[in-house]
């Protein structure tokens, strides 16, 4: 969503690299681009103003005057300010120290609140808790038919005595819904209400009458993120007319123009709690300003990849894996399926490097990545024989051929995914030895450019074969064996850990940001 604003925002930064001071006229023409780039994301407009005038104004402090590098300081500025009008802090909900904790959801209609009501419950549920939704829209047609369906989907409770489709009365349901929910002990009740097109009286009184009866704990104010500009007034007139705890923006994967974010909680004065990234259930996520400000300054989002990760973490099949790589196994096809059965549980591959810092470089090869890559590499895997698995040496032309009308693929790409599994297999054969990783990341076979080449691998034998240069003049040898114990030591740490950050702790020189080699090799770098 953020694309066009991103990549606008950070070529107007960039344009302040090289600069060993910072004028007023650079400045100037700096904020001014933001600006635009603000005004043309629908921003709304008291927000672009508020934004602009702060940004200039610390910009031309005397701290950032006499900074060794001020252009890095004015990125450190512009993302502190995207992260105050995105909220702040990260919020939270509030839960009833007596359960059960009522959340009750508003919003216009085709905002999405019934599939995000689910949405809510997955996650909640997730988390420990034990919700249940209640049908309290009973005007929209079907309304309590999908909600019905969405729990089932999501493995949670549905209350829905009303047939809806303008039958029966919502503000009865509601209450009956949280007594219910008391007695049959489920700690958090969601209620779904009805929205309208466009904000009418109607509508208020009726979301007005249910948050009388119920008393929610916390009321959630659903917002489509990709109606613009018009999501502040739509905000304002929900929190005059009803009154809303925290936001939820919806269909945050869409191809608007990103304003809704970036207004609401400026205009309302209310946090951002969650949004809504896909069509799955799963696509749910807590909203973090500082995250998102990264994102839009593509410095990446390292956390929520790694809380993805850790979500989806098979622990049983990581000490599996450690215990062969400590052993004389060796690294099969089995082992490498496993790999990308976990890979692709964890959502979609696109997505999760479009996390990596410095993505955006990359996002036209990244729009043409077929996901489908990874379903093709199973099937290609899975009809193989268990002997061939073991060893792909038994692999001859008659069984490529074979393998391939089974799998719907041809033998060129049996012989690529072959290929690239022996460089995977070098790798961690090198990985026994103690040779780590040599600078980039396990090759994934079967899927484009994610192999290493020749380039990479060189690299690996490198780093395996020790840091001692060969060189015969004292000089250059010594400056050599000091910068190969430098990459050494900046090679430590998490493989999903962000690169260095310059003075003032954030990433702020964007074009610096290096990532793993095959990801290059991958993206033609």
Avoid: C
């Avoid at 990985?431 to 079967?446: N, V």
């Amino acid at each position: 969503m953020f694309n066009n604003l991103s990549d606008r925002i950070t070529a107007s930064l960039k344009g302040l690299r090289g600069h060993g001071r910072l004028t007023e006229a650079d400045v100037d023409k700096t904020v001014r681009e933001i600006r635009r780039a603000l005004l043309d994301a629908d921003v709304a407009v008291p927000v672009v103003r508020e934004f602009a005038s702060r940004v200039r104004e610390k910009a031309l402090s005397e701290e950032v005057s006499k900074a060794l590098n001020p252009a890095q300081q004015v990125v450190k500025i512009v993302h502190g300010e995207l992260v105050e009008i995105l909220g702040g802090a990260s919020g939270s909900l509030t839960f009833a120290k007596n359960p059960p904790t009522v959340i009750m959801l508003a919003g216009l209609q085709g905002a999405g609140k019934t599939t995000l009501a689910g949405k809510l419950a997955k996650w909640l549920k997730d988390e420990g808790h034990t919700p249940m939704l209640v049908a309290a829209d009973l005007q929209r047609p079907n309304a309590v038919n999908q909600l019905q369906i969405v729990g089932e989907r999501a493995g949670v409770t549905v209350f829905a005595p009303e047939p809806g489709n303008g039958v029966g009365d919502p503000v009865l349901v509601a209450m009956n819904g949280v007594s219910t929910a008391q007695f049959q002990q489920h700690d958090v009740v969601i209620v779904d209400t009805a929205g309208r097109l466009g904000i009418d009286e109607e509508m208020m009184q009726q979301a007005r009458d249910i948050r009388d009866a119920v008393n929610p704990h916390e009321t959630l104010f659903v917002v489509d993120a990709m109606i613009g500009q018009d999501a502040a007034n739509v905000a304002q007139a929900f929190r005059d007319g009803v009154g809303f705890t925290g936001v939820v923006l919806s269909k945050l994967d869409g191809d608007a123009r990103g304003g809704a974010a970036l207004s609401i909680t400026g205009v309302t004065e209310r946090p951002i709690l969650f949004a809504s990234t896909g069509e799955n259930l799963d696509d749910f996520e807590r909203f973090h300003p500082d995250r998102m400000a990264n994102r839009i300054l593509d410095m990446g989002d390292v956390l929520t990849l790694i809380e993805q990760a850790e979500k989806n973490f098979d622990q049983a099949q990581a000490e599996k894996m450690a215990q062969k790589l400590a052993s004389d196994e060796d690294f099969t096809l089995d082992d490498f399926l496993v790999q990308m059965q976990q890979l692709k549980n964890m959502g979609s591959l696109k997505k999760m490097l479009g996390m990596l810092p410095g993505a955006a470089q990359f996002r036209a090869q990244l729009d043409q990545f077929d996901e489908r890559d990874i379903t093709r590499v199973e099937a290609m895997i899975q009809s193989m024989t268990p002997a061939e698995r073991q060893d792909p040496k038994l692999i001859n032309g008659s069984r490529r051929a074979r393998i391939a009308k089974g799998s719907g693929t041809t033998v060129t790409e049996i012989n690529q995914l072959l290929e690239r599994f022996k460089q995977a297999q070098q790798m961690m054969r090198s990985m026994k030895r103690g040779g780590g990783m040599g600078g980039g990341m396990p090759a994934m076979p079967g899927m484009p450019g994610m192999g290493m080449g020749k380039k990479s691998r060189g690299k690996a034998q490198a780093g395996k074969k020790g840091k001692k240069s060969r060189s015969g003049n004292p000089a250059k040898r010594a400056a050599e064996e000091k910068a190969a114990a430098q990459r050494s030591a900046n090679a430590g740490g998490s493989a999903f850990a962000p690169p260095s950050l310059p003075q003032g702790g954030s990433a702020a020189n964007l074009d610096d940001v290096e990532l793993p080699d095959a990801l290059k090799k991958m993206f033609g770098k």
